[in-house]
T-cell receptor, first 115, second 114 residues
Framework: AQSVTQLDSQVPVFEEAPVELRCNYSSSVSVYLFWYVQYPNQGLQLLLKYLSGSTLVKGINGFEAEFNKSQTSFHLRKPSVHISDTAEYFCAVRSLSGGYQKVTFGIGTKLQVIP | DAGVIQSPRHEVTEMGQEVTLRCKPISGHDYLFWYRQTMMRGLELLIYFNNNVPIDDSGMPEDRFSAKMPNASFSTLKIQPSEPRDSAVYFC????????????FGPGTRLLVL
């Protein structure tokens, strides 16, 4: 079984400050990892994904995430946030155990950027 | 492409009524997913289809929920009879092979059952 834990339900941060949204996963096999963003009244859209290779993954809008296998983490970071980054962010995991395995989403972290 | 299209965007109904949510996936996508999002439970996968065939419906909460995909460009999620606890935002998403890892979400249907 696979699971995702997002440690913070809400993260307030001032504009132009750095931010880190934390994500830990659990799986007995190799995984794919994702971050999705949901703006108000919209569906989710992919921010970035880790499939293999370099553990540092760069995504859209200046976000990046680092896969840490030993700590089973995939934290999302941005060095300087903008008001437009205010949204809810979802970490997700898919185990690679043969066939198509469904994606499990975390509960979400609401990022509020304060002017 | 217009992306994943869902209708209606908002639905208000009374307990006991039948509700039908509709989804048009992105053309050429082989997989279609139905999710439910609530404050308490977050985003839950209800069912997914591959090439119009239901593969995993273990997330469907109970027999009141049913989903169909009669062709590659259309799917429905039906709740009959509806209950207040079904109030949520329902998302449809699709993905393709290759690129199966990325799901493309529709804007969602916000359902309120009174």
């Amino acid at each position: 079984a696979q699971s995702v834990t997002q440690l913070d339900s809400q993260v307030p941060v001032f504009e132009e400050a750095p931010v880190e949204l934390r994500c830990n996963y659990s799986s007995s096999v190799s995984v794919y990892l994702f971050w999705y963003v949901q703006y108000p009244n919209q569906g989710l859209q992919l921010l970035l994904k880790y499939l293999s290779g370099s553990t540092l993954v760069k995504g859209i809008n200046g976000f990046e995430a680092e896969f840490n296998k030993s700590q089973t983490s995939f934290h999302l970071r941005k060095p300087s946030v903008h008001i437009s980054d205010t949204a809810e962010y979802f970490c997700a995991v898919r185990s690679l155990s043969g066939g198509y395995q469904k994606v499990t989403f975390g509960i979400g972290t609401k990022l509020q950027v304060i002017p | 492409d217009a992306g994943v299209i869902q209708s209606p965007r908002h639905e208000v109904t009374e307990m006991g009524q039948e509700v039908t949510l509709r989804c048009k996936p992105i053309s050429g996508h082989d997989y279609l997913f139905w999710y439910r999002q609530t404050m308490m439970r977050g985003l839950e996968l209800l069912i997914y289809f591959n090439n119009n065939v239901p593969i995993d419906d273990s997330g469907m909460p109970e027999d009141r929920f049913s989903a169909k995909m009669p062709n590659a460009s259309f799917s429905t999620l039906k709740i009959q009879p509806s209950e207040p606890r079904d109030s949520a935002v329902y998302f449809c998403a699709s993905s393709q092979i290759p690129g199966l890892e990325t799901q493309y979400f529709g804007p969602g249907t916000r359902l309120l059952v009174l």
